[in-house]
């Protein structure tokens, strides 16, 4: 493993976390290739966007993310594989929505930035 890429990549999803906590949308869609793989519950898709905590706010209630743990599994100069071992999506009273789990794929761009270029999230409900 390419250790300063590990660390790059753990720092960016570190940033990422935080961005999508704050429902920072703008920072969200500059974190992400455009267009995007999104593994869902039916085929493969490219999106045009990054998810928007909004639509997930209006969608389940979600005021935070909490409890997040994660791997960078591997990395080189240009790519990095990350496993979300578990993070847990709550309300504004702190009552649990969701455990979710996931495996993102970053790609180093052109100009150097880590991207999301790809991702698979599996939801469980609390």
Not at 35 to 56: N, Q, S
């Amino acid at each position: 493993m390419h250790e300063a890429a590990r660390r790059e990549a753990a720092a960016f999803f570190d940033a990422y976390m935080a961005a999508f906590r704050r429902g920072d949308a703008a920072a969200l869609a500059d974190m992400a290739t455009h267009p995007m793989a999104r593994i869902g519950a039916g085929t493969p898709e490219l999106v045009a966007h990054a998810p928007d905590p909004a639509a997930l706010r209006a969608r389940t209630g979600w005021h935070d993310t909490v409890e997040v743990a994660f791997d960078v599994l591997d990395a080189t100069a240009d790519k990095a594989h990350l496993h979300l071992k578990r993070a847990v999506r709550v309300r504004a009273d702190g009552s649990p929505i969701e455990v979710i789990s996931g495996v993102y794929v970053l790609a180093r761009g052109p100009e150097g930035r880590w991207r999301i270029a790809a991702v698979s999230v599996i939801a469980r409900p609390a």
